[in-house]
C-alpha cells in the first residue's frame, strides 16, 4: 500500500497540486469575502433597528440550518435562472461557500462583540468618545481577542469545506482525487495522498493561528 502510494504520487503529484492550489484560492476567496459579508450582517444584528434584527436573525438561522451541500444545490441552480448573465459552476460554488461562512463568521464576531464589558462602553462615551471611537478603540481591541479563536477554526473549516465543490467538478484537491482514482482505479492510495496534503494544510494553518494569538497577548501585556 505504502509502495504504490508513492508511484502514485510520483506519477500524478502535479494533478494534486494542481487541486491544492485550487483549494487554497477558494478558501482564500471565501474567507476573504465571507469575513466582510459576515461583519456586516454582524454590525446589523447588533444595530437597534427592529427590521434589522429579523432578517439578519433570519438570514443566520436559515444556513446555519440548512446542510451546506443542500445550499450548494441551491445556488448552483438558482443563480443562473435569476441573474441577466451568464455564471459558470465554479462562480456558483463560490458564492454559495460564501454566503454560508457568512453566517457562521456574523455570530462569531457578534458574540465576541457583546463579550466586552458594556461597563468600558458606558465609561468611553461617558468621557465623551462618539459611538464610531468608541467601537474602534475599546469594542474592537478586546472583541478581537475574543473572536480570533472561535475565526481561526471557523477558517480551517472553510478550507475543509471546499472539498464539497468537487460534486460540481470545480477544481480542487478532492476532485484530484476523483480524477486519479477515475484514471488508476487505485482508490484507497489516492485518497490517502488528498487526506495527507489536507492534513498537513489546516496543521499548518492551526499553528500560523496559534502563534498569531500568542503574539496579539504579548502585544497586550
Known amino acids: 500500500m505504502i509502495k504504490t502510494t508513492f508511484m502514485l504520487w510520483n506519477k500524478y503529484n502535479y494533478v494534486y497540486i494542481d487541486g491544492l492550489v485550487g ?3 477558494l478558501a482564500a476567496l471565501t ?11 454582524a454590525i446589523m444584528k447588533l444595530s437597534k433597528i427592529k427590521v434589522l434584527d429579523v ?3 433570519a438570514y443566520i438561522g436559515v444556513l ?11 445556488f448552483w441552480l438558482l443563480l443562473p435562472k435569476i441573474v441577466p448573465f451568464d455564471l459558470s459552476d465554479t ?14 463568521v ?5 458574540a465576541g462583540i457583546q463579550a466586552v464589558d458594556k461597563g468600558q462602553v458606558e465609561a468611553a462615551r461617558s468621557l465623551g468618545l462618539s ?24 477558517y480551517i473549516s472553510i478550507v475543509k469545506q471546499t472539498s ?47 502563534v498569531f494569538e500568542r503574539r496579539l497577548q504579548v502585544n497586550e501585556r
Open 23 to 25: 483549494t487554497l484560492w
Open 31 to 41: 474567507v476573504f469575502a465571507a469575513t466582510i459579508l459576515g461583519t456586516l450582517i
Open 55 to 57: 432578517i439578519t436573525s
Open 64 to 74: 446555519r440550518g440548512t446542510p451546506i451541500l443542500l445550499q450548494l444545490y441551491f
Open 91 to 104: 462562480t456558483c460554488i463560490v458564492i454559495a461557500l460564501i454566503v454560508n461562512a457568512s453566517s457562521y
Open 106 to 110: 456574523a455570530e462569531v464576531i457578534r
Open 131 to 154: 459611538s464610531s471611537n468608541t467601537l474602534k478603540k475599546i469594542i474592537l481591541p478586546q472583541a478581537i481577542k475574543n473572536i480570533l479563536p472561535a475565526l481561526g477554526n471557523e
Open 164 to 210: 464539497l465543490a468537487s460534486v460540481f467538478f470545480v477544481q480542487e484537491l478532492t476532485t484530484s482525487y476523483r480524477s486519479v482514482q477515475s484514471a488508476t482505479f487505485l482508490a484507497i492510495p489516492s485518497l490517502i495522498i488528498a487526506g495527507i496534503i489536507y492534513l498537513i494544510v489546516t496543521t499548518v494553518l492551526t499553528k500560523g493561528i496559534n
